[in-house]
């Protein structure tokens, strides 16, 4: 077996992971835990004799420290599962050698083009090697990268003892991807002051700030008669759901939105001419905006229902995340020690704002203050999704330096 980051992450894509927001399970597909048993295995053959796999469908592992002081313990964190938003079974990566510029064509279904003018990252790719899927499903680099290089990392740390560190807990998560990541961790066990998520894109990126995020939930109890007699009568729970959707406003939708606008997006609608139900994420950086955004949509709901007096609806907000950035703040050295760290690995560091959430911005809350590091991806979710050798070489070379920085200052 060999172990270079790539080879770690080539095994690891082609099993299977996608995680299920319709399951109850935890974790919510149990194909998460073959790739769990296999980082156990893996773990252990490093010499990280803790390594094993919980209940919950969680790897834990920990790298002793080498150093004689007290050092804080710091966690590496990454996700085993994928999205279920395109298909990740029987994942066929290609490596595409020495990029020597211009648009991948994919082989599994040519129409599948990662063109360089919707993915500009890769005009930083010449002579690089490029890992894509054949374009029939995604890659997993979301968040296979980040298991490969942290992966890598604690083997390279187990084989150099002159690299001095302190204790380091690894955290491999299930069902990050649709939002219950870190619903059963168990921070006493896992005994980490300080955190960082492998779960970034471009190589050199720090992020400190998240989305703060809310769903919604909208159900219209209508009024169901044979449409034979229905006349004055029928008040079609479908109809109004499209009434709703139409009047949510253009300019506050996640495609006409970037940098720190939120917004409001509808992700799913179901039912019947007596009942229906419409799905809403709500994002923003702060929580005024949040409510504000809340505040909007259940207007929006009222005036449509005024048309419809023999119909009713309820309107359910339900917290999912909050910005880390408020908890990061008054941990200054987490984000300073990563930057200096993305320095000594050789890139110019980058700090940034995720148009999303990760695993950190929950463990943040939770009492485990946790930013960002980049794992090297771009165009996730997709059969377009990328990643390139040497970015997750830079990605293990961080994380070493990172282990370094905070022997060194502490």
């Known amino acids: 077996m060999t172990d270079t980051v790539t080879d770690r992450f080539l095994r690891y894509v082609v099993i299977d992971t996608q995680s299920d927001p319709t399951s109850g399970t935890q974790p919510s597909t149990e194909k998460q835990r073959n790739l769990g048993r296999i980082l156990v295995e893996e773990l252990l053959a490093i010499g990280l004799g803790d390594a094993h796999l919980d209940e919950n469908g969680y790897v834990y592992a920990t790298i002793p420290s080498n150093v004689d002081k007290?050092?804080?313990?710091?966690?590496?964190?990454?996700?085993?599962?994928?999205?279920?938003?395109?298909t990740g079974t029987n994942v066929k990566p290609q490596i595409l050698q020495n990029y020597s510029g211009g648009d991948i064509r994919l082989a599994g279904d040519p129409q599948q083009v990662i063109r360089v003018d919707d993915h500009p990252a890769l005009r930083d790719q010449l002579g690089n090697d490029i890992i894509t899927s054949d374009g029939t499903t995604l890659l997993g680099a979301d968040d296979?990268?980040?298991?490969?290089?942290?992966?890598?990392?604690?083997?390279y740390l187990v084989d150099n003892p002159d690299v001095r560190h302190g204790t380091i807990k690894l955290l491999f998560t299930t069902d990050e991807e649709i939002g219950r990541g870190v619903d059963k961790v168990d921070l006493k066990k896992l005994g980490a002051q300080f955190a960082y998520t492998v779960d970034g894109e471009t190589a050199g990126h720090i992020e400190d700030e998240t989305f703060s995020a809310d769903g919604v939930?909208?159900?219209?109890?209508?009024?169901?008669?044979?449409?034979?007699?229905?006349?004055?009568?029928?008040?079609?729970?479908?109809?109004?759901?499209?009434?709703?959707?139409?009047?949510l406003p253009k300019d506050i939708a996640p495609e006409t939105t970037a940098g720190r606008e939120g917004f409001i997006h509808p992700t799913g609608v179901t039912g019947s001419m007596e009942k229906a139900s419409l799905g809403f994420i709500i994002r923003d950086f702060d929580d005024a905006?949040?409510?504000?955004?809340?505040?909007?949509?259940?207007?929006?709901?009222?005036?449509?229902?005024?048309?419809?007096?023999?119909?009713?609806?309820?309107f359910t907000v339900r917290h999912?995340?909050?910005?880390?950035?408020?908890i990061l703040d008054r941990h200054p050295q987490i984000v300073d020690y990563a930057v200096e760290a993305i320095r000594r690995a050789g890139m110019t560091p980058v700090r940034g704002s995720i148009r999303?959430?990760?695993?950190?911005?929950?463990?943040?809350?939770?009492?485990?203050?946790?930013?960002?590091?980049?794992?090297?991806?771009?165009?996730?979710?997709?059969?377009?999704?990328?990643?390139?050798?040497?970015?997750?070489?830079?990605?293990?070379?961080?994380?070493?330096?990172?282990?370094?920085?905070?022997?060194?200052?502490?």
């Open 70 to 86: 007290p050092v804080p313990v710091i966690c590496f964190c990454s996700h085993m599962d994928t999205a279920p938003d395109f």
């Open 144 to 155: 296979k990268a980040g298991l490969a290089e942290i992966v890598a990392a604690a083997q």
């Open 217 to 247: 939930e909208v159900t219209i109890q209508g009024v169901a008669i044979h449409p034979g007699f229905a006349k004055g009568k029928m008040e079609n729970a479908i109809k109004i759901a499209g009434a709703i959707i139409d009047r």
């Open 289 to 314: 905006g949040l409510a504000v955004k809340e505040a909007m949509l259940e207007q929006i709901v009222k005036d449509v229902m005024t048309a419809f007096p023999g119909s009713s609806y309820t």
């Open 320 to 326: 999912q995340y909050r910005n880390m950035k408020m």
């Open 356 to 410: 999303g959430g990760t695993d950190g911005s929950r463990l943040s809350f939770m009492g485990l203050p946790c930013a960002n590091i980049f794992a090297g991806g771009h165009a996730f979710h997709s059969p377009l999704e990328w990643v390139s050798r040497q970015d997750m070489e830079k990605g293990v070379k961080t994380l070493v330096e990172l282990a370094k920085v905070w022997a060194e200052r502490s």
